[in-house]
């Protein structure tokens, strides 16, 4: 069974601009979710999504916001992007129940300039 | 608020020993745990978790066990391979929002020749 997927893997952006991210999470898995991972606050819950729906939000700006396909591909987006946003975006895909564990893709390595 | 700590950053363990790592996590109601290993520019990888309902899991070379009462786990590696050198990242989450994981800053852990 292939693993999760997320493309692209490197990304270089500029200051102001808007990114998307997209994330292809295991055949089967119904949830997806999003983290970020910098040296300074390690790695952080961004939001996840079961079924096309939102079921949590982490603390982060409205900048970050996601979606989530009725395939449950997933998608992040970053608006006008500030330097505080460079980081590793891991997703990780999971059945959707109650516990359980993820699994998480290679990650996007973002780098705004 | 850190709610899950790993207080050492670093490990050094020589082949063949046992390696322990550890974890605190302060809210009550964390009922699921996990542990993950990371090697640079790669994801997450889901090695074991528990269940706050049980004390110990064994997966092969690895064990976790979870005192509630400490609000400690610890991940035991025996024997040590050179292959586990890489970061650990314990993880823990509530019931009420079981798919929002939250990681400790990670353990280094150098298993030497």
């Known amino acids: 069974k292939a693993g999760v997927t997320q493309t692209p893997r490197y990304l270089i952006k500029t200051r102001g601009q808007q990114v998307t991210l997209s994330c292809s999470p295991i055949s089967g898995h119904r949830s997806v979710s999003w983290y970020q991972q910098t040296p300074g606050q390690g790695l952080q819950f961004l939001f996840e999504y079961f079924s096309e729906t939102q079921r949590n939000k982490g603390n982060f700006p409205g900048r970050f916001s996601g979606r989530q396909f009725s395939n449950s591909r997933s998608e992040m987006n970053v608006s006008t992007l500030e330097l505080g946003d460079s980081a590793l975006y891991l997703c990780?895909?999971?059945?959707?129940?109650?516990?359980?564990?993820?699994?998480f893709g290679p990650g996007t390595r973002l780098t705004v300039t | 608020d850190q709610q899950v700590k790993q207080n050492s950053p670093s490990l050094s363990v020589q082949e063949g020993r046992i390696s322990i790592l550890n974890c605190d996590y302060t809210n009550s109601m964390f009922d699921y745990f996990l542990w993950y290993k990371k090697y640079p520019a790669e994801g997450p990888t889901f090695l074991i978790s528990?269940?706050?309902?049980?004390d110990k899991n064994e997966d092969g070379r690895f064990t976790v066990f979870l005192n509630k009462s400490a609000k400690h786990l610890s991940l035991h590696i025996v024997p040590s391979q050179p292959g586990d050198s890489a970061v650990y990242f314990c993880?823990?989450?509530?019931?009420?929002?079981?798919?929002?994981?939250?990681f400790g800053s990670g353990t280094r852990l150098l298993v030497r020749p």
């Open positions: 528990i269940s706050s309902i049980k």
């Open positions: 993880a823990a989450s509530a019931l009420d929002s079981s798919y929002k994981l939250i």
């Open positions: 990780a895909s999971s059945l959707g129940g109650q516990g359980g564990e993820q699994y």
